[in-house]
């Protein structure tokens, strides 16, 4: 086995358990290895550290998956993280309940397996697989998974980008039962049934679960704003929560109009408005017309290159959120961008509060749901943040 050796002054990060090899860390690969195999991670002096699948050409060449050098990488293994990441899900509560049968069941680096992600939608498992190395073992993967997890239909719905940067065709639908015509499951009591092609990532954003019960909690009584709504998940929660009026705003027609059907299952249409529309242009023409403004766009920084910009983007979305909101209502300003971390968040909303001559005050923070843990040695791996703010008079 190829063994990649790393630099002085690189090593303290593996060794404390960041599951990530930087291209920069990389002294010289001993051996022969082609793109996916598996490889020993070494320091300077030849210690083992871990191993892991190679990516070549990649600016993170390896992503560790086991610390040891006996276990070896095969279907067991698999099986075997698998069973600890349900029942670290069920330690926490997911999976128990029968209000809530939808949510991530592996997170990549979060429940050590780099390079693949699970979502469970009931009985429909959706698969990303987002490495070489991870997607040269689909077979032994697929398998593992419906030994565990037992489910009606797996389906890959890996990215067609992470597919071309491993250097790699993605899959495309079901790779395992039979092809299921929705995904139906629940969140919090809501239900959902989404067209199994449905738009963004595996279909549903798991992550904001928390955030969008606050959100429900601090809607009663309240007109509310949910931009970039997606299917409108914010949006429905609201509704339940008792808000007086909801609107959804996005300009996927798609999602619209997937949202509108779930409002209508929920027995909230009557209530919640879908508008398909940009919804920086809607939130300049509200003009304080909102108690609650949900300001939750897509990934604005996909790499750290991205990050001045995105900034600069949302200092924009602050202020449009501050002015769409009444005086002494709620904004949240949400980012999915691990280049962008919370202090960096919180000055482009006081940027933002300032050019709309409002004060915006913090209540609370938020970050990703309990079924999308972070290793601690990993600070990249927690991406999703967001802040509650009271939009005060200057």
Known sequence: MASVRLKSGHVQPVWAGHPWVYAQAVDRIEGGVTRGDEVHVVDPRGNFLGRGFYSQGSAIPVRILVRDEATPIDAALFRSKFERALAARHQLGLGTSPDTTGYRVVHAEGDGLPGLIVDRFEDVLVVQLLTFGMKAREAMIFEALADVFHPRAILDRTPAGAAKIEGFTEGKGVVFGTAPTSMTFKERGIAWALPSDVGQKTGFYFDQRELRGRVEALASGKRVLDAYSYIGAFGLAAARGGASEVICVDESAVA??????????????????YQRGDARRFMQEAAGTFDLTVVDPPRLAPTRGARDQALVMYAKLAELGCRATKPNGLIVLCSCSGAVDLFALTRALATGAVR??????????AFQGPDHPVPAAFSEGLYLKAVIARVEPR
């Open 256 to 273: 619209v109009e997937v949202g509108a059907a779930q409002a209508k299952l929920n027995g909230f249409d009557t209530l919640v408005r």
């Open 356 to 365: 709309a001559n409002v004060q915006a005050t913090i209540v609370e923070r």
